[in-house]
């Protein structure tokens, strides 16, 4: 089992930068891809970024490349999204999740991962 617990979420607006963290509970967490993921009210869960277990290789949705960046501290357990350049239509309950796939790909498909944080809120005012 692993649990995730985001953090980092708030208010800012347009134009300005978040930094969200996901703290990871146990050992595997180096082995597994990780992923962020977003809802807004109404809509679906969409893909933002993954990183490979070794944080080698990233992957991100066109609407965040340029302006988000996602990293891994496997030594501390952590994942990291960093947000600049945020816009009102980034605002949504931000999700980071692991995939159960020992050294195994990234994934952009919400289904493919095994285990989910509660969530954070990022709210962008114009």
């Known amino acids: 089992q692993m649990q995730l617990v985001e953090s980092g979420g708030g208010l800012v607006q347009a134009g300005g930068s978040l930094r969200l963290s996901c703290a990871a509970s146990?050992?595997?967490?180096?082995?597994?891809?990780m992923g962020w993921f977003r809802q807004a009210p109404g809509k679906e869960r969409e893909f933002v970024a993954a990183i490979s277990w070794s944080g080698g290789s990233t992957y991100y949705a066109d609407n965040v490349k340029g302006r988000f960046t996602i990293s891994r501290v496997n030594a501390e357990n952590t994942v990291y999204l960093q947000m600049n350049s945020l816009k009102p239509e980034d605002t949504a309950v931000y999700y980071c999740a692991a995939r159960a796939s020992y050294r195994g790909s990234y994934s952009f498909i919400p289904a493919s991962y095994n285990y989910w944080g509660q969530g954070t809120q990022v709210t962008v005012s114009s």
């Open positions: 146990g050992r595997t967490f180096s082995s597994y891809p």
